[in-house]
């Protein structure tokens, strides 16, 4: 697979540069929204739909937008969508809004989407910003499933809800905890990285591109601030 | 042929090895898993077999699979176990006993890297994590033969004094090896005579629950039933000494035993759950490097401070 095609764009989020396991964003919605399946699931979607949209428009714009104050234009790109998802919600799927409650909204301060808009929609095709957008929601919305099918099942005993016998009389409460979240956020990092393991890339090699406030860093532009 | 080992000064050995101080260890530990067994009947044989069988070989298998050198006979493991095991109610469900001895193993030491880089004591650590993750935790067993419906601290919270003299021998409800301070005091006596620890520590935890609980109590027989229930004696003597997690120098120890026994009181008198050594250990260990720092050890031969 050629280093720069559409498909290792499209692929990569999924597990290599998996947004939540690989690059650690996004971990705050990680953390909040995985004590469900549901929930985790609900807060995939959104995030995803917003992602894409937001890579679609900063792409188109990338040319516009004055490099000393993109993060604003981006926050503003990324706020008015997550305002459509959000009232959206509201309209037609309450249940899930009361669920997500407030992390629906903070979709807005995500890392992976201002990152992403960062690290690859400002500098990169329309088409390629959708596909990196679908990839990256993708990986987000895998990795909070996963989360959330652990700690849901073992967590509480039940899948989505509906409660699995047996499991249900032998639960570990603490997995529904946010101490749990963090216990087994750590490990399926450790699990991620033992599988991508010499693949994934290293801290060096996307060094200061992978961060989301490289552009104001001195030390990596070589920029005086101002 | 031996190895030949080339390494820095000093040379001197003592001659005692991790192996033969954490087997001192278990010995000390066997009058408390004694009373233990002949307080809480047949279950608690089952717990203490449970969680030092799962500690060995959950260590064991995690050095085979990373392929690490294989550190399961210096019996580490085995203390962790089977002190893990004598935090634990005898009533506990063995799956639970399996999770938290694995947690403790893994999570806690062999992650962080094995023996002598573990930041806080595992079996501690397995205890507290047990203590949130199950609720079954909360509800100790009782001895075969006793009549009492709550444990003594909780009594104590309600008001009621229990007897100093079956505190003292153990028969109240509570954790395997916890509740039999004679037991324990007869560890700690091995343990001093070996000269595996020093007495300070545990002196000066205690003293301070002691004092602490005396001045705001103000009734001697209070204070001292206070000291005398719970896992003070087991934590103080056996946990909080643990090498690695404790300071060196004895004025760190007595910084470390101050600190576990001002943080253990206020969880007892005013926090919501009624015991706090555990609690108080934990965040002690996370404190000792800073103690560590705070109380060098003076260099032999080196310049006075």
Known sequence: MQKNSNLSVLVKGLLLENPVFVLVLGTCPT???TQTVIGAFAMGLAAMAVLICSNVVISLLRKVIPDTVRIPCYIVIIAGFVTIVQMFMHAYLPELY???????????????ILGRAEMFASKNSVARSALDGVGMGLGFTLALLSMAVIREVFGAGSFAGIAIPFIKDHTIDILTQAPGGLLVYGLLIFAVTALTHGKAPKKKSFGCEGCPSAGNCMSCTGKEEN | MGKLHISVSPHLHSGRSTQGIMRDVVFSLLPATAAGIALFGLSAVWVVLTCVFTAVLSEALFNFIIKKEQTVGDWSAVVTGLLLALNLPANI?????????????????????????????????????????????????????????????VQLGEGTVPDLLELFLGKCGGSIGETSVLALLIGFIYLLVRKVISWHLPVVYIGTVFLFTFA??????????????????????????????????????????????????????????????????????????????????????????
Request: glycine share 12%.
């Open chain 2, 216 to 305: 705001v109590q103000g009734d001697l027989t209070v204070a001292l039933a206070y000291i005398l229930s719970g896992g003070l004696f087991l934590g103080a003597i056996f946990m909080a000494t643990d090498y690695v997690t404790s300071p060196a120098t004895p004025a760190g120890k007595l910084i470390f035993g101050l600190g576990a026994g001002i943080i253990t009181v206020l969880i007892r008198l005013w926090g919501n759950y009624p015991e706090g050594v555990s609690f108080a250990i934990l965040l002690m260990n996370i404190l000792n490097p800073y103690i560590e720092a705070w109380t060098p050890r003076k260099v032999f031969g080196g310049k006075k401070a």
């Open chain 2, 93 to 153: 469900p063995l799956w639970q006993a399996v999770i938290g001895t694995v947690f403790a193993i893994v999570i806690v030491k062999c992650f962080f890297g094995g023996i002598g880089c573990n930041v806080v004591n595992p079996a501690i650590t397995g205890r507290v994590f047990m203590l949130i993750a199950f609720g079954s935790m909360a509800q100790a067993a009782f001895p075969v033969d006793s009549t009492a419906a709550a444990t003594p601290l």
């Open chain 1, 98 to 112: 009361d669920l997500l409650g407030v992390y629906l909204a903070l979709i807005t301060v995500n890392c992976i």
């Open chain 1, 31 to 33: 953390l909040a929204t």
